[in-house]
């Protein structure tokens, strides 16, 4: 009954317009920050990912390094946008606006803490959503189960404060439009092994699990 369930969602995707943005197949757009932080670190990740997605699902991708600038690029143009990095993030007036308006109107952000990222993007996006708070999702929320199965939330990819890892989100009428994951960092073990020579069953589930966010964004 699982596996017939997957297979509705993957099919869901499919009949969708998810994947208009691009005749090529879907994409992830790293999204560039002001503030210092090396919002540009990795960019094997999501390349890597989307081969995985597209080699395991039935969603077909354009595996390449994309990135959009809140202030001038067209975020609106992909529904799936990623942050990570180590560092500082800003966000201008201007650009919280416009992040909301794309959140508000079915856009999906991803953030992946890469150690020293949580204090800056805890206050930005309170930029973005004044009147919302970062709620941790239950185990038993359906991102972790939708494609493989996380009983126990996100994995721990790498250590970085011996604490466990958290998955936290915002809704907006029921929807989840950003998702963060804390003290987790799956994102790192979708690179290329040789950048942090995590072990071959580490990277596999990282990209796993980053399968279903991809797969639980574009299905909601």
């Known amino acids: 009954m699982k596996n017939f369930a997957k297979t509705i969602i993957i099919l869901l995707i499919l009949s969708g317009n998810f994947l208009a943005q691009d005749n090529n197949g879907f ?15 990795d960019p094997s990740a999501e390349v890597n990912l989307l081969k995985f997605v597209a080699q395991n699902t039935n969603i077909k991708t354009n595996p390449k390094y994309e990135f959009v600038d809140l202030s001038t690029g067209n975020i609106f143009a992909y529904p799936f946008l990623f942050i990570t990095g ?11 606006n416009k992040l909301r308006t794309y959140l508000e109107n079915g856009g999906f952000l991803y953030v992946d ?23 941790e999702l239950p185990f038993n929320y359906g991102l972790y189960n939708c494609m493989y199965d996380f009983r126990n939330g ?8 011996n604490n466990p890892p958290q998955g936290l989100g915002i809704f907006i009428d029921g929807r989840l439009c950003v998702y963060y994951t804390f003290e987790a960092n799956p994102s790192d073990g979708w690179t290329d092994p040789d950048v942090h020579k995590d072990p071959p069953e580490k990277r596999e589930e990282a990209l ?3 399968t279903n966010i991809v797969v639980w964004a574009l299905s909601n």
Not at 86 to 96: C, D
Not at 155 to 160: A, D, L, V
């Open 27 to 41: 994409m992830i757009a790293r999204l560039k920050y002001n503030g210092g932080g090396d919002w540009y670190n």
């Open 86 to 96: 180590h560092g500082n993030i800003v966000f201008s007036e201007p650009e919280s």
């Open 113 to 135: 803490d890469d150690y020293g990222l949580d204090k800056a993007f805890r206050r930005e996006i309170k930029k973005v959503f004044p009147d919302k708070d970062l709620v």
């Open 154 to 161: 996100p994995p721990k990819t790498h250590e970085h404060d």
């Open 208 to 210: 796993k699990f980053g």
